[in-house]
């Protein structure tokens, strides 16, 4: 999961991709980097941290030009603890282009090999998205007939990048002298919308980017669609894939967009309301609602399911924990160390709710139960009579490889575990979670028009057909050489860093 925004503009672009950037920054807080266009130079700047230490005044300053992109990043693939894989990555020819991709292509491997030996292109880093570049800048030069690429061409381009890349992606690119490019994947798992205010045209993974510079929202970018916008701001939409079918990443509305965001014609706040009233329903259905004696979430994606359930059930709701908002989201740390011991720097307890008190603790999903174990443990230390968990999501028990951070099986607490056993490695009265079906009940009815979800990580179903137990093995073999390469760096002391 990452945050890309891109902008076409008739005046400098460089403040309006950083305060987008701040609006997506609960997409990754590993890197972020800013790249501009002017006479068909580029400049740019990217590093490892968040937002607001990457680009101080003097990098700003550096960042002249009508059009840009911009990334914010957490690791899914490749090296993470490599600056350089932070992006936009460019690459001189044909043109010069300059790419931010969110997502994770799952033959990344199969491209990179294609691409040194019959693209005769070379591969620096570790990074899909480098890939990614390449193909793209290699089909761009196959069809680019002239000095002057021409948006059918552009089409094409992306049409044949389709037929060749596998996986989740939504990217925006920018042409030296031509324009802005975006696409989706066929399958449209990871969200991309498009935007226009007074200022131009802009490109972002959320609504509330666009909302949050002025910009009005036009659309979703469909899947296997493109759009290609001049430097004129003259803007072209076309479908560029054989094959489609809208299965948006249900993740998005779980846990990772902002409540405040439209994707694909669903209210993200709407979506997690929906999912406390199903979330009530199973509540009732194990454990007597006369032996709870308030509902409090577990900041901050929960507190519209919570709100709600707590509503239906007719339960106090109230706020217990606090929390420090100078602190990363915990699922989307690096390592499994880092993020245990950011929890209790994370939330700090209000003893008075929960001393002496039967709680239900609401968390908007249950991945790897680092988190919910200590959260468990501060409400008991608290006070807490009894504590009971309800997660707004199924249980997590498979692997992701579109572009979340879950991809082994090892790492998942509800994997090859029965919901009992979950309870007791968590530490919980009772644990009562989300089934499958009323989650995707719950947001699909929302937008009847969608195909379906990408859930792959709580049905095990991947919707690009491609995903085999050996791919997953693959991925597995490649975490516990990171995870390996992490425990190494943390003994000599390195910081954490970004990766692909």
Known sequence: MCGIVGVVSQAPVNQLIYDALLLLQHRGQDAAGIVTELDRKFFMHKAKGMVRDVFRTRNMRALPGASGLGQVRYPTAGNAYSEEEAQPFYVNAPFGIVLVHNGNLTNAHALKQELFQADHRHINTDSDSEVLLNVLAHELEKVSRGMVLKPAEVFAAVRNVHQRVRGSYAVIALIAGH????????????????????????????????????????RDVLPGEAVFVANDGQMLFQQCADKVSHNPCIFEYVYLARPDSVLDGISVYQ?????GKTLAKRVVSTLPPNEID???????????????LAKL??????????????????????????????????????????????????????VRGTTSREIVQMARDAGARKVFLASAAPPVRFPNVYGIDMPTPNELVAHDRTVEEVRAVIGCDALIYQDVAGMKQAIGSLNPALSGFDASCFDGVYVTGDITPEHIASLNHGRDQAEEGEEDSSRLALPNAASA
């Not at 959320?206 to 009005?216: K, M, P, Q, Y």
């Not at 908002?325 to 160390?337: A, D, L």
């Open 271 to 275: 979506a997690r309301l929906n999912l």
């Open 313 to 366: 059930l007719g339960l106090p709701y109230r706020e217990g924990f606090v929390k420090n908002r100078y602190v990363g989201r915990t699922f989307i740390m690096p390592g499994q160390g880092v993020r245990k011991k950011s929890v209790r720097q994370k939330l700090n307890v209000i003893v008075s709710e929960f001393k002496g008190r039967n709680v239900l603790l609401v968390d908007d999903s249950i």
């Open 294 to 308: 308030v509902v409090i979430p577990i900041p901050e994606s929960s507190r519209p399911s919570a709100m709600e």
């Open 179 to 218: 324009g802005l490019l975006a696409f989706r994947d066929p399958y449209g798992i990871r969200p991309l919308c498009v935007g226009q205010g007074e200022a131009g045209v802009m490109v972002a993974s959320e609504s509330v980017a666009l909302e949050g510079t002025g910009f009005d929202l036009l």
